[in-house]
Protein backbone atom coordinates (compact mmCIF):
# COMPACT_ATOMS: atom_id res chain seq x y z
CA UNK A 1 0.00 0.00 0.00
CA UNK A 2 2.91 2.59 0.83
CA UNK A 3 4.66 1.88 -2.33
CA UNK A 4 1.43 1.97 -4.76
CA UNK A 5 0.59 5.66 -2.29
CA UNK A 6 4.34 6.78 -3.57
CA UNK A 7 3.80 5.55 -7.18
CA UNK A 8 0.63 8.06 -7.16
CA UNK A 9 2.54 10.94 -5.44
CA UNK A 10 5.10 10.74 -7.85
CA UNK A 11 2.58 10.16 -10.81
CA UNK A 12 0.90 13.69 -9.52
CA UNK A 13 4.10 15.30 -9.21
CA UNK A 14 5.39 14.21 -12.70
CA UNK A 15 2.01 15.64 -13.76
CA UNK A 16 2.01 19.24 -12.27
CA UNK A 17 5.24 19.32 -13.76
CA UNK A 18 4.69 18.56 -17.17
CA UNK A 19 1.67 21.11 -16.85
CA UNK A 20 3.85 23.81 -15.56
CA UNK A 21 6.69 23.61 -18.08
CA UNK A 22 3.80 23.45 -20.74
CA UNK A 23 2.55 26.67 -19.32
CA UNK A 24 5.96 27.93 -19.32
CA UNK A 25 6.31 26.84 -23.05
CA UNK A 26 2.91 28.61 -24.02
CA UNK A 27 1.60 31.95 -23.44
CA UNK A 28 -2.38 32.64 -22.31
CA UNK A 29 -3.15 31.88 -26.24
CA UNK A 30 -1.61 28.98 -26.31
CA UNK A 31 1.43 30.02 -28.31
CA UNK A 32 4.93 29.76 -27.45
CA UNK A 33 6.99 32.33 -25.66
CA UNK A 34 10.82 33.04 -26.06
CA UNK A 35 12.92 30.70 -27.17
CA UNK A 36 16.32 30.50 -27.24
CA UNK A 37 19.03 28.31 -29.08
CA UNK A 38 19.51 26.22 -26.26
CA UNK A 39 16.01 25.35 -25.26
CA UNK A 40 17.23 21.62 -27.41
CA UNK A 41 20.54 21.08 -27.79
CA UNK A 42 21.25 19.47 -31.09
CA UNK A 43 24.24 17.49 -31.32
CA UNK A 44 26.13 18.98 -34.85
CA UNK A 45 28.30 16.96 -37.24
CA UNK A 46 25.01 14.42 -37.06
CA UNK A 47 21.76 13.96 -39.10
CA UNK A 48 19.03 15.46 -37.07
CA UNK A 49 15.65 13.10 -37.18
CA UNK A 50 13.58 15.45 -34.60
CA UNK A 51 10.56 13.04 -34.93
CA UNK A 52 11.75 9.82 -32.72
CA UNK A 53 8.65 7.91 -34.09
CA UNK A 54 7.93 7.76 -37.63
CA UNK A 55 3.95 6.86 -38.60
CA UNK A 56 2.76 5.47 -41.83
CA UNK A 57 1.83 8.17 -44.37
CA UNK A 58 3.25 11.18 -41.78
CA UNK A 59 5.60 13.59 -43.12
CA UNK A 60 9.47 12.44 -41.83
CA UNK A 61 12.16 15.03 -42.24
CA UNK A 62 16.15 14.61 -41.52
CA UNK A 63 18.50 17.65 -41.42
CA UNK A 64 21.62 17.19 -41.67
CA UNK A 65 23.10 19.85 -38.84
CA UNK A 66 26.67 21.45 -39.37
CA UNK A 67 26.48 24.64 -37.73
CA UNK A 68 30.15 25.64 -37.34
CA UNK A 69 31.30 23.86 -40.92
CA UNK A 70 30.81 24.94 -44.63
CA UNK A 71 29.01 22.35 -46.43
CA UNK A 72 28.36 22.08 -50.35
CA UNK A 73 27.95 19.42 -53.01
CA UNK A 74 25.08 17.84 -50.89
CA UNK A 75 23.44 14.64 -52.22
CA UNK A 76 20.84 12.60 -50.77
CA UNK A 77 20.21 9.06 -51.40
CA UNK A 78 17.81 6.27 -50.71
CA UNK A 79 19.55 2.93 -50.01
CA UNK A 80 16.83 1.04 -48.11
CA UNK A 81 12.95 0.57 -47.56
CA UNK A 82 10.12 1.25 -50.38
CA UNK A 83 11.12 4.21 -52.91
CA UNK A 84 10.35 7.72 -51.94
CA UNK A 85 10.95 10.57 -54.09
CA UNK A 86 13.23 13.34 -52.56
CA UNK A 87 12.27 16.93 -54.13
CA UNK A 88 15.25 18.24 -52.27
CA UNK A 89 18.62 16.06 -52.85
CA UNK A 90 21.01 19.22 -52.78
CA UNK A 91 19.36 20.46 -49.39
CA UNK A 92 20.29 20.47 -46.02
CA UNK A 93 17.02 18.74 -44.78
CA UNK A 94 15.41 16.51 -46.59
CA UNK A 95 11.15 15.74 -46.40
CA UNK A 96 9.13 12.45 -47.28
CA UNK A 97 6.21 10.76 -46.95
CA UNK A 98 6.01 7.05 -46.39
CA UNK A 99 3.13 4.71 -47.58
CA UNK A 100 4.00 1.65 -45.97
CA UNK A 101 5.87 0.48 -42.59
CA UNK A 102 9.11 -0.53 -42.20
CA UNK A 103 12.88 0.55 -42.41
CA UNK A 104 14.53 3.38 -44.61
CA UNK A 105 17.91 4.07 -44.88
CA UNK A 106 19.62 7.27 -46.78
CA UNK A 107 23.20 8.31 -47.12
CA UNK A 108 24.17 11.88 -47.40
CA UNK A 109 27.40 12.85 -49.21
CA UNK A 110 28.74 16.19 -49.33
CA UNK A 111 32.15 18.42 -49.15
CA UNK A 112 32.86 19.69 -46.10
CA UNK A 113 34.53 23.35 -45.38
CA UNK A 114 35.61 22.65 -49.28
CA UNK A 115 37.71 20.18 -48.25
CA UNK A 116 37.63 16.44 -48.03
CA UNK A 117 34.28 14.35 -49.29
CA UNK A 118 31.95 13.15 -46.43
CA UNK A 119 29.02 10.88 -46.52
CA UNK A 120 26.47 9.90 -43.38
CA UNK A 121 23.99 7.39 -43.09
CA UNK A 122 21.10 6.93 -40.67
CA UNK A 123 18.18 4.27 -41.02
CA UNK A 124 14.43 5.43 -39.75
CA UNK A 125 11.94 3.04 -39.31
CA UNK A 126 8.35 3.27 -39.67
CA UNK A 127 5.23 2.05 -37.76
CA UNK A 128 2.03 0.57 -39.08
CA UNK A 129 0.30 3.33 -37.25
CA UNK A 130 -1.24 6.51 -38.81
CA UNK A 131 -1.40 9.44 -37.37
CA UNK A 132 -4.47 12.10 -37.90
CA UNK A 133 -2.09 14.44 -37.67
CA UNK A 134 0.55 15.73 -40.17
CA UNK A 135 2.52 18.93 -40.53
CA UNK A 136 4.44 19.61 -43.56
CA UNK A 137 7.16 20.86 -44.84
CA UNK A 138 10.47 20.50 -42.93
CA UNK A 139 13.00 22.76 -45.43
CA UNK A 140 16.18 25.21 -45.03
CA UNK A 141 15.44 29.07 -45.70
CA UNK A 142 17.65 31.75 -45.12
CA UNK A 143 17.83 34.04 -42.11
CA UNK A 144 14.53 36.93 -43.20
CA UNK A 145 13.05 34.72 -45.52
CA UNK A 146 9.25 34.27 -45.53
CA UNK A 147 8.48 30.48 -44.23
CA UNK A 148 5.06 28.71 -44.47
CA UNK A 149 3.94 25.83 -42.19
CA UNK A 150 0.85 23.49 -42.78
CA UNK A 151 -1.02 20.76 -40.96
CA UNK A 152 -3.12 17.83 -42.78
CA UNK A 153 -5.97 16.58 -40.23
CA UNK A 154 -8.07 13.63 -41.15
CA UNK A 155 -11.91 14.37 -41.08
CA UNK A 156 -12.76 13.59 -38.02
CA UNK A 157 -10.36 15.86 -36.55
CA UNK A 158 -11.82 19.19 -34.64
CA UNK A 159 -10.00 22.18 -36.82
CA UNK A 160 -10.52 24.65 -34.08
CA UNK A 161 -8.56 22.56 -31.92
CA UNK A 162 -5.68 22.76 -33.80
CA UNK A 163 -2.46 24.64 -32.10
CA UNK A 164 1.10 25.29 -33.15
CA UNK A 165 4.03 25.34 -30.53
CA UNK A 166 7.58 26.99 -31.32
CA UNK A 167 9.32 24.13 -29.43
CA UNK A 168 13.19 25.26 -30.18
CA UNK A 169 15.20 27.88 -31.48
CA UNK A 170 15.17 32.08 -31.36
CA UNK A 171 11.83 33.23 -31.05
CA UNK A 172 9.75 33.64 -33.96
CA UNK A 173 6.44 35.70 -34.35
CA UNK A 174 3.36 34.19 -36.42
CA UNK A 175 2.01 36.49 -38.36
CA UNK A 176 -1.50 35.93 -37.40
CA UNK A 177 -0.87 36.42 -34.01
CA UNK A 178 -3.21 33.77 -32.46
CA UNK A 179 -3.05 30.94 -34.86
CA UNK A 180 -5.32 28.47 -32.77
CA UNK A 181 -7.29 26.66 -35.34
CA UNK A 182 -5.06 28.02 -38.23
CA UNK A 183 -4.47 24.81 -41.12
CA UNK A 184 -1.31 27.43 -42.16
CA UNK A 185 0.86 29.27 -40.44
CA UNK A 186 3.90 32.02 -41.41
CA UNK A 187 6.28 33.68 -40.07
CA UNK A 188 9.97 35.39 -41.07
CA UNK A 189 12.93 33.18 -40.71
CA UNK A 190 14.77 35.07 -37.51
CA UNK A 191 18.40 36.28 -38.80
CA UNK A 192 20.75 34.14 -37.51
CA UNK A 193 25.02 33.80 -37.77
CA UNK A 194 24.74 29.93 -38.23
CA UNK A 195 22.73 27.11 -39.33
CA UNK A 196 20.02 27.18 -36.50
CA UNK A 197 17.03 24.59 -36.28
CA UNK A 198 13.62 25.75 -35.44
CA UNK A 199 11.02 23.07 -34.27
CA UNK A 200 7.56 23.28 -34.45
CA UNK A 201 4.80 21.15 -32.99
CA UNK A 202 1.20 21.46 -33.97
CA UNK A 203 -1.49 19.30 -32.37
CA UNK A 204 -5.56 18.83 -32.44
CA UNK A 205 -8.27 16.87 -30.81
CA UNK A 206 -11.02 14.51 -31.91
CA UNK A 207 -13.28 13.26 -29.91
CA UNK A 208 -10.94 10.21 -28.71
CA UNK A 209 -8.15 12.03 -28.01
CA UNK A 210 -5.20 14.15 -28.75
CA UNK A 211 -2.50 13.80 -31.92
CA UNK A 212 0.48 15.80 -32.34
CA UNK A 213 3.27 16.15 -34.82
CA UNK A 214 6.62 17.86 -35.22
CA UNK A 215 8.30 19.75 -37.88
CA UNK A 216 11.35 21.42 -38.31
CA UNK A 217 13.10 24.66 -40.25
CA UNK A 218 16.83 25.02 -40.64
CA UNK A 219 17.84 28.78 -41.21
CA UNK A 220 20.85 29.52 -42.75
CA UNK A 221 22.82 32.52 -42.24
CA UNK A 222 22.70 35.33 -44.61
CA UNK A 223 24.01 38.67 -45.58
CA UNK A 224 22.72 41.73 -44.56
CA UNK A 225 20.24 43.61 -47.67
CA UNK A 226 22.02 46.39 -48.51
CA UNK A 227 19.91 49.47 -49.18
CA UNK A 228 20.02 49.77 -52.73
CA UNK A 229 19.24 46.46 -53.33
CA UNK A 230 17.08 45.18 -56.24
CA UNK A 231 15.09 42.77 -53.84
CA UNK A 232 14.91 44.33 -50.61
CA UNK A 233 12.94 41.38 -49.04
CA UNK A 234 14.98 38.15 -48.95
CA UNK A 235 14.75 35.75 -51.49
CA UNK A 236 15.17 31.57 -51.81
CA UNK A 237 18.46 30.05 -52.59
CA UNK A 238 18.27 29.40 -56.15
CA UNK A 239 20.45 27.28 -58.83
CA UNK A 240 20.25 27.00 -62.76
CA UNK A 241 18.53 24.76 -63.96
CA UNK A 242 21.50 23.62 -66.20
CA UNK A 243 24.57 23.48 -64.06
CA UNK A 244 26.81 23.45 -67.76
CA UNK A 245 24.80 26.53 -68.94
CA UNK A 246 27.25 29.02 -70.55
CA UNK A 247 25.36 31.34 -68.32
CA UNK A 248 25.67 29.39 -65.39
CA UNK A 249 28.08 31.86 -63.12
CA UNK A 250 26.49 35.10 -64.23
CA UNK A 251 22.11 33.90 -64.07
CA UNK A 252 21.95 34.17 -59.97
CA UNK A 253 24.03 37.07 -59.73
CA UNK A 254 22.12 38.97 -62.44
CA UNK A 255 18.54 38.16 -61.52
CA UNK A 256 17.29 36.34 -58.27
CA UNK A 257 19.71 37.51 -55.75
CA UNK A 258 20.19 40.45 -52.40
CA UNK A 259 22.95 41.28 -53.62
CA UNK A 260 22.08 42.77 -56.93
CA UNK A 261 21.94 46.75 -56.41
CA UNK A 262 22.26 47.66 -60.33
CA UNK A 263 21.27 45.46 -63.76
CA UNK A 264 23.69 43.59 -65.63
CA UNK A 265 25.24 44.46 -69.08
CA UNK A 266 23.89 42.70 -72.07
CA UNK A 267 27.17 41.16 -72.67
CA UNK A 268 27.10 39.58 -69.37
CA UNK A 269 23.33 38.15 -69.78
CA UNK A 270 22.06 38.72 -73.53
CA UNK A 271 18.71 38.35 -74.59
CA UNK A 272 17.45 34.70 -75.85
CA UNK A 273 17.32 36.38 -79.32
CA UNK A 274 20.65 37.43 -79.36
CA UNK A 275 21.54 34.13 -79.37
CA UNK A 276 19.49 32.50 -81.65
CA UNK A 277 16.09 33.60 -82.82
CA UNK A 278 14.62 30.23 -83.10
CA UNK A 279 15.61 29.15 -80.05
CA UNK A 280 15.68 25.12 -79.14
CA UNK A 281 14.45 24.12 -75.77
CA UNK A 282 18.12 23.37 -74.54
CA UNK A 283 18.66 27.47 -75.16
CA UNK A 284 15.75 28.12 -72.91
CA UNK A 285 16.81 25.67 -70.34
CA UNK A 286 20.02 26.77 -70.12
CA UNK A 287 18.19 30.18 -68.75
CA UNK A 288 16.31 28.46 -66.01
CA UNK A 289 16.71 29.59 -62.72
CA UNK A 290 15.19 27.00 -59.79
CA UNK A 291 14.98 26.73 -56.15
CA UNK A 292 13.73 22.88 -56.30
CA UNK A 293 14.97 20.42 -59.21
CA UNK A 294 11.00 19.57 -59.88
CA UNK A 295 9.84 22.93 -60.85
CA UNK A 296 12.42 23.29 -63.97
CA UNK A 297 11.26 19.60 -65.05
CA UNK A 298 7.79 20.57 -65.05
CA UNK A 299 8.56 23.38 -67.13
CA UNK A 300 10.52 22.02 -69.88
CA UNK A 301 8.25 19.23 -70.12
CA UNK A 302 5.39 21.95 -70.74
CA UNK A 303 7.63 23.76 -73.54
CA UNK A 304 8.11 19.76 -74.83
CA UNK A 305 4.63 19.25 -74.51
CA UNK A 306 2.49 21.65 -74.44
CA UNK A 307 3.55 24.46 -77.01
CA UNK A 308 2.52 22.79 -80.01
CA UNK A 309 2.45 26.62 -82.29
CA UNK A 310 5.86 27.06 -80.86
CA UNK A 311 4.12 30.23 -79.42
CA UNK A 312 6.14 30.20 -75.60
CA UNK A 313 9.23 29.39 -76.91
CA UNK A 314 8.55 32.45 -79.49
CA UNK A 315 8.00 34.51 -76.83
CA UNK A 316 10.87 33.98 -74.78
CA UNK A 317 13.22 35.71 -77.32
CA UNK A 318 12.67 38.57 -75.25
CA UNK A 319 14.17 37.50 -71.91
CA UNK A 320 17.11 37.11 -70.26
CA UNK A 321 16.17 34.35 -67.75
CA UNK A 322 13.47 32.44 -66.59
CA UNK A 323 13.05 32.02 -62.67
CA UNK A 324 11.14 29.40 -60.97
CA UNK A 325 10.96 29.73 -57.22
CA UNK A 326 8.91 28.75 -54.04
CA UNK A 327 8.84 31.75 -53.02
CA UNK A 328 7.72 33.97 -55.84
CA UNK A 329 4.07 35.36 -55.50
CA UNK A 330 2.47 36.42 -57.94
CA UNK A 331 4.69 35.91 -60.96
CA UNK A 332 5.98 39.20 -63.21
CA UNK A 333 8.15 39.65 -65.67
CA UNK A 334 10.84 42.36 -64.47
CA UNK A 335 12.80 44.77 -67.46
CA UNK A 336 15.36 45.67 -64.63
CA UNK A 337 16.75 42.04 -65.14
CA UNK A 338 14.98 40.96 -68.33
CA UNK A 339 13.67 37.92 -66.60
CA UNK A 340 10.54 36.44 -66.25
CA UNK A 341 9.54 35.16 -62.79
CA UNK A 342 6.90 32.36 -62.54
CA UNK A 343 5.04 31.14 -59.70
CA UNK A 344 5.45 27.27 -58.54
CA UNK A 345 2.07 26.57 -57.84
CA UNK A 346 1.58 26.53 -61.18
CA UNK A 347 3.75 23.56 -62.21
CA UNK A 348 3.35 21.38 -59.73
CA UNK A 349 1.44 18.03 -60.40
CA UNK A 350 1.90 15.54 -57.14
CA UNK A 351 0.97 16.67 -53.19
CA UNK A 352 4.90 16.49 -52.53
CA UNK A 353 5.71 18.95 -54.73
CA UNK A 354 2.56 21.28 -53.92
CA UNK A 355 4.42 21.17 -50.10
CA UNK A 356 7.58 22.69 -51.11
CA UNK A 357 6.12 25.80 -52.17
CA UNK A 358 5.86 28.59 -50.10
CA UNK A 359 1.63 29.61 -49.00
CA UNK A 360 2.31 33.13 -48.59
CA UNK A 361 -0.89 34.77 -49.24
CA UNK A 362 -1.29 37.74 -51.65
CA UNK A 363 -0.62 41.12 -49.89
CA UNK A 364 -3.42 42.64 -52.50
CA UNK A 365 -5.81 40.34 -51.26
CA UNK A 366 -7.55 43.62 -48.95
CA UNK A 367 -7.01 46.12 -51.74
CA UNK A 368 -10.20 47.75 -52.89
CA UNK A 369 -12.56 46.31 -49.91
CA UNK A 370 -13.98 50.17 -49.54
CA UNK A 371 -15.46 50.11 -52.58
CA UNK A 372 -19.03 49.32 -53.67
CA UNK A 373 -18.33 47.12 -56.50
CA UNK A 374 -16.18 43.86 -58.33
CA UNK A 375 -14.84 43.36 -61.45
CA UNK A 376 -14.52 39.10 -61.34
CA UNK A 377 -13.07 37.60 -64.48
CA UNK A 378 -12.25 33.93 -65.71
CA UNK A 379 -11.43 32.23 -68.05
CA UNK A 380 -13.95 29.56 -69.79
CA UNK A 381 -13.66 26.64 -72.36
CA UNK A 382 -17.42 24.85 -73.24
CA UNK A 383 -19.72 26.45 -70.68
CA UNK A 384 -17.20 25.78 -67.88
CA UNK A 385 -14.13 26.82 -65.95
CA UNK A 386 -11.73 26.17 -68.09
CA UNK A 387 -9.02 24.79 -65.24
CA UNK A 388 -9.41 22.24 -62.57
CA UNK A 389 -8.94 23.07 -59.07
CA UNK A 390 -7.88 21.23 -56.33
CA UNK A 391 -8.34 22.36 -52.74
CA UNK A 392 -4.92 21.86 -50.73
CA UNK A 393 -6.47 20.28 -48.10
CA UNK A 394 -7.16 17.17 -50.51
CA UNK A 395 -3.60 16.56 -50.95
CA UNK A 396 -4.03 15.65 -54.71
CA UNK A 397 -2.83 14.47 -58.02
CA UNK A 398 -3.21 16.63 -61.54
CA UNK A 399 -2.61 16.09 -64.71
CA UNK A 400 -0.66 18.76 -67.04
CA UNK A 401 -3.97 19.32 -68.28
CA UNK A 402 -5.63 20.75 -65.04
CA UNK A 403 -3.67 24.04 -64.63
CA UNK A 404 -2.45 24.33 -68.15
CA UNK A 405 -4.76 27.16 -69.39
CA UNK A 406 -4.18 29.59 -66.12
CA UNK A 407 -0.27 28.66 -66.91
CA UNK A 408 -0.69 29.79 -70.69
CA UNK A 409 -2.55 32.84 -70.01
CA UNK A 410 -0.22 33.82 -67.19
CA UNK A 411 2.34 33.57 -70.23
CA UNK A 412 1.10 35.00 -73.09
CA UNK A 413 0.99 38.11 -70.56
CA UNK A 414 3.47 38.39 -69.13
CA UNK A 415 5.83 37.70 -71.83
CA UNK A 416 3.53 40.29 -73.88
CA UNK A 417 5.21 42.66 -71.68
CA UNK A 418 9.07 41.37 -72.51
CA UNK A 419 8.00 42.04 -75.87
CA UNK A 420 6.91 45.29 -75.29
CA UNK A 421 10.13 46.68 -73.57
CA UNK A 422 12.16 44.18 -76.40
CA UNK A 423 10.49 44.36 -79.69
CA UNK A 424 11.88 42.15 -82.61
CA UNK A 425 12.66 44.92 -84.41
CA UNK A 426 14.78 46.28 -81.49
CA UNK A 427 16.58 43.16 -80.68
CA UNK A 428 20.02 43.58 -82.33
CA UNK A 429 19.89 47.15 -81.96
CA UNK A 430 21.22 47.22 -78.26
CA UNK A 431 24.99 48.09 -77.64
CA UNK A 432 26.14 45.13 -75.96
CA UNK A 433 27.96 46.82 -72.97
CA UNK A 434 24.01 48.47 -71.61
CA UNK A 435 22.80 47.66 -68.99
CA UNK A 436 19.46 45.40 -69.61
CA UNK A 437 17.45 47.87 -67.53
CA UNK A 438 18.91 50.90 -69.56
CA UNK A 439 18.01 49.05 -72.88
CA UNK A 440 14.43 48.26 -71.78
CA UNK A 441 14.14 51.61 -71.07
CA UNK A 442 15.30 53.42 -74.76
CA UNK A 443 13.02 51.46 -76.56
CA UNK A 444 10.16 52.97 -78.23
CA UNK A 445 6.94 51.64 -76.10
CA UNK A 446 4.24 49.85 -78.30
CA UNK A 447 2.29 50.02 -75.31
CA UNK A 448 2.65 53.90 -75.59
CA UNK A 449 2.27 54.34 -79.14
CA UNK A 450 -1.40 52.56 -78.36
CA UNK A 451 -2.43 54.58 -75.52
CA UNK A 452 -2.21 57.20 -78.37
CA UNK A 453 -3.87 55.79 -81.56
CA UNK A 454 -6.90 54.07 -78.97
CA UNK A 455 -6.60 55.68 -75.43
CA UNK A 456 -9.15 54.72 -72.89
CA UNK A 457 -11.37 57.11 -72.03
CA UNK A 458 -12.17 56.71 -68.59
CA UNK A 459 -10.36 59.00 -65.73
CA UNK A 460 -13.22 57.20 -63.33
CA UNK A 461 -11.97 53.40 -64.16
CA UNK A 462 -7.79 54.44 -64.45
CA UNK A 463 -8.37 55.83 -60.67
CA UNK A 464 -10.16 53.25 -59.41
CA UNK A 465 -7.53 51.02 -60.52
CA UNK A 466 -5.00 52.38 -58.63
CA UNK A 467 -7.53 51.13 -55.24
CA UNK A 468 -8.01 47.71 -56.67
CA UNK A 469 -4.47 47.12 -57.62
CA UNK A 470 -1.80 49.70 -56.16
CA UNK A 471 -3.14 50.31 -52.89
CA UNK A 472 -3.82 53.60 -52.97
CA UNK A 473 -6.23 55.13 -50.78
CA UNK A 474 -9.83 55.56 -52.37
CA UNK A 475 -11.76 59.19 -52.09
CA UNK A 476 -15.53 59.78 -50.52
CA UNK A 477 -16.74 59.49 -54.00
CA UNK A 478 -15.32 56.36 -55.17
CA UNK A 479 -15.98 54.87 -52.77
CA UNK A 480 -19.75 55.69 -52.87
CA UNK A 481 -19.80 54.63 -56.90
CA UNK A 482 -22.33 52.03 -57.41
CA UNK A 483 -22.44 48.83 -59.79
CA UNK A 484 -24.80 51.39 -62.59
CA UNK A 485 -21.86 53.85 -62.04
CA UNK A 486 -19.35 51.85 -62.86
CA UNK A 487 -21.68 49.90 -65.85
CA UNK A 488 -21.61 53.60 -67.09
CA UNK A 489 -18.11 54.09 -66.88
CA UNK A 490 -16.77 51.10 -68.25
CA UNK A 491 -18.59 49.68 -70.40
CA UNK A 492 -18.98 51.81 -73.19
CA UNK A 493 -14.91 52.36 -73.50
CA UNK A 494 -12.40 50.02 -75.03
CA UNK A 495 -10.82 48.22 -72.23
CA UNK A 496 -11.07 44.55 -71.80
CA UNK A 497 -10.48 44.39 -68.52
CA UNK A 498 -10.86 46.40 -64.91
CA UNK A 499 -6.79 45.68 -65.02
CA UNK A 500 -5.85 47.65 -68.25
CA UNK A 501 -6.61 50.52 -66.36
CA UNK A 502 -3.71 50.07 -64.24
CA UNK A 503 -1.07 50.81 -66.48
CA UNK A 504 -0.60 51.38 -70.49
CA UNK A 505 1.55 48.04 -70.23
CA UNK A 506 -1.14 45.99 -68.62
CA UNK A 507 -3.63 47.30 -71.00
CA UNK A 508 -1.31 46.10 -74.08
CA UNK A 509 -0.79 42.63 -72.37
CA UNK A 510 -4.84 41.71 -72.04
CA UNK A 511 -5.52 42.42 -75.43
CA UNK A 512 -2.72 39.60 -76.88
CA UNK A 513 -3.27 37.42 -73.69
CA UNK A 514 -7.02 37.11 -74.91
CA UNK A 515 -6.87 36.88 -78.17
CA UNK A 516 -4.45 33.58 -77.57
CA UNK A 517 -6.50 32.14 -75.49
CA UNK A 518 -9.44 32.35 -77.85
CA UNK A 519 -7.54 31.81 -80.89
CA UNK A 520 -5.19 29.04 -80.10
CA UNK A 521 -7.86 26.74 -77.06
CA UNK A 522 -11.13 28.29 -78.14
CA UNK A 523 -10.81 29.74 -74.40
CA UNK A 524 -12.96 32.85 -73.39
CA UNK A 525 -12.79 35.33 -71.07
CA UNK A 526 -15.17 36.46 -68.76
CA UNK A 527 -15.89 40.20 -67.26
CA UNK A 528 -18.52 41.23 -65.65
CA UNK A 529 -19.90 44.04 -63.05
CA UNK A 530 -21.34 42.92 -59.70
CA UNK A 531 -21.57 43.93 -56.07
CA UNK A 532 -18.57 43.07 -53.40
CA UNK A 533 -20.06 40.69 -50.90
CA UNK A 534 -18.95 40.79 -47.26
CA UNK A 535 -18.40 38.42 -44.51
CA UNK A 536 -17.22 34.94 -44.15
CA UNK A 537 -17.84 31.78 -46.94
CA UNK A 538 -18.41 33.70 -50.16
CA UNK A 539 -19.04 31.83 -53.15
CA UNK A 540 -19.68 32.47 -56.65
CA UNK A 541 -22.74 32.99 -55.65
CA UNK A 542 -22.93 35.96 -54.18
CA UNK A 543 -21.84 37.99 -57.30
CA UNK A 544 -24.86 39.62 -58.57
CA UNK A 545 -24.04 40.18 -62.03
CA UNK A 546 -25.30 44.06 -63.18
CA UNK A 547 -23.20 43.72 -66.64
CA UNK A 548 -21.01 41.11 -67.88
CA UNK A 549 -19.96 40.06 -71.38
CA UNK A 550 -18.23 37.04 -72.48
CA UNK A 551 -15.29 37.52 -75.12
CA UNK A 552 -15.37 41.09 -74.97
CA UNK A 553 -12.09 41.09 -77.46
CA UNK A 554 -15.00 41.10 -79.99
CA UNK A 555 -16.55 44.49 -79.99
CA UNK A 556 -15.93 45.75 -83.14
CA UNK A 557 -14.94 48.79 -81.50
CA UNK A 558 -12.41 46.78 -79.70
CA UNK A 559 -10.75 44.72 -82.50
CA UNK A 560 -8.54 47.33 -83.92
CA UNK A 561 -6.29 47.72 -80.37
CA UNK A 562 -6.11 43.84 -80.82
CA UNK A 563 -4.78 43.42 -83.44
CA UNK A 564 -2.45 46.57 -82.90
CA UNK A 565 -0.69 44.84 -79.68
CA UNK A 566 -0.59 41.16 -81.02
CA UNK A 567 0.64 42.04 -84.48
CA UNK A 568 3.68 43.88 -82.61
CA UNK A 569 3.90 41.24 -79.86
CA UNK A 570 3.83 37.73 -82.17
CA UNK A 571 5.01 38.75 -85.78
CA UNK A 572 4.84 34.58 -86.39
CA UNK A 573 1.38 34.46 -84.87
CA UNK A 574 -1.42 36.16 -88.18
CA UNK A 575 -3.79 37.88 -85.69
CA UNK A 576 -5.59 39.11 -88.47
CA UNK A 577 -6.91 36.19 -89.66
CA UNK A 578 -7.76 34.93 -86.38
CA UNK A 579 -9.42 38.25 -85.38
CA UNK A 580 -11.58 37.60 -88.45
CA UNK A 581 -12.99 34.35 -86.52
CA UNK A 582 -13.52 35.83 -83.23
CA UNK A 583 -17.58 35.91 -82.51
CA UNK A 584 -19.45 38.77 -80.77
CA UNK A 585 -19.41 38.65 -77.47
CA UNK A 586 -21.74 37.09 -75.17
CA UNK A 587 -23.97 39.23 -73.06
CA UNK A 588 -24.33 38.15 -69.24
CA UNK A 589 -28.08 37.57 -67.79
CA UNK A 590 -28.44 40.43 -65.63
CA UNK A 591 -29.59 39.74 -62.24
CA UNK A 592 -28.13 35.99 -62.49
CA UNK A 593 -25.17 35.35 -60.04
CA UNK A 594 -21.49 34.98 -61.14
CA UNK A 595 -21.82 30.51 -61.41
CA UNK A 596 -25.23 30.84 -63.50
CA UNK A 597 -23.72 33.03 -66.05
CA UNK A 598 -21.42 30.34 -66.40
CA UNK A 599 -23.45 28.71 -69.13
CA UNK A 600 -24.20 31.33 -71.31
CA UNK A 601 -22.83 30.09 -74.54
CA UNK A 602 -24.49 28.10 -76.74
CA UNK A 603 -23.78 24.58 -76.83
CA UNK A 604 -22.82 23.11 -79.70
CA UNK A 605 -21.33 19.90 -78.72
CA UNK A 606 -22.79 18.63 -75.07
CA UNK A 607 -20.43 15.75 -75.08
CA UNK A 608 -16.88 18.19 -74.63
CA UNK A 609 -18.58 19.18 -71.32
CA UNK A 610 -16.57 17.04 -68.52
CA UNK A 611 -18.60 14.97 -66.29
CA UNK A 612 -15.60 15.25 -63.90
CA UNK A 613 -14.94 18.56 -64.46
CA UNK A 614 -18.74 19.10 -63.29
CA UNK A 615 -17.99 17.27 -60.19
CA UNK A 616 -15.20 19.23 -59.11
CA UNK A 617 -16.72 22.64 -59.75
CA UNK A 618 -19.84 21.69 -57.40
CA UNK A 619 -17.61 20.60 -55.04
CA UNK A 620 -15.51 23.22 -54.97
CA UNK A 621 -16.64 26.31 -53.55
CA UNK A 622 -13.33 28.18 -54.07
CA UNK A 623 -13.00 27.61 -57.81
CA UNK A 624 -16.60 28.92 -57.59
CA UNK A 625 -15.27 31.84 -56.45
CA UNK A 626 -13.98 34.88 -59.05
CA UNK A 627 -10.37 34.63 -60.09
CA UNK A 628 -7.84 36.73 -58.24
CA UNK A 629 -5.57 38.99 -59.58
CA UNK A 630 -2.93 36.90 -60.81
CA UNK A 631 -1.11 40.08 -62.40
CA UNK A 632 1.84 41.86 -60.70
CA UNK A 633 3.64 45.40 -62.11
CA UNK A 634 6.87 45.15 -60.28
CA UNK A 635 7.89 48.61 -59.78
CA UNK A 636 11.67 49.53 -61.79
CA UNK A 637 13.99 50.31 -59.90
CA UNK A 638 15.07 54.26 -59.30
Excluded at 248 to 260: E, G, K, P, R
Excluded at 545 to 574: C, H, M, N, P
Aim: hydrophobic content about 35%.
Amino acid sequence: MASQQLFTATKQLASVTIVFISLLLTGCNGHSSAMSDDDINFESGKIIQVDAASLNDQSAELALFFPDDQLSNINWRQTGGEPLTLLTKSSKVIAFTPQTAGNYSFDVSFSLNGGANKTLSHTITVEEQTNKVSSRLAHTTLSDNKVSLRVYVQQSIDESSIQWLQTSGPTITFNQGNTDGELAVFFTAPSVNKDTLLTFEVSANDTNQEYTDKVVVLVEPADKIASNAYFDDRVAQVFPYNSSSPYADNLIDCVYSNTLSSSCPLVKLPLLAKENTTPTINNIMDRVVVSHQWMGDRFKDFLTNSDPNNDFKHLLRATTAIVISYDIRPSFYWAATGAIYLDAKNFWLTANERDTINEAPDYRSDFGKELQFAMPWRYVKDNDYADNYFPIEQRATRSTNDGFYRLASLLYHELAHANDFFPSTEWFSHNEQSRILDAALSTNFESDDLAVAFPLQSREMRSLAQVSFSGEPATAIEKSYSVNDIETFFSPDLATGFYAYSSEREDYALLFEELMMQSRFNVFRDVAITNLPTGEDISATDYIVTWGQRGRIGDERIKARVAYSATRVLAEFDSIAALTQVPVPIAMIVGDNWLENLTISPITNPLKISKKRKTVRELSNQQQRPMSNQYFHKPLPK
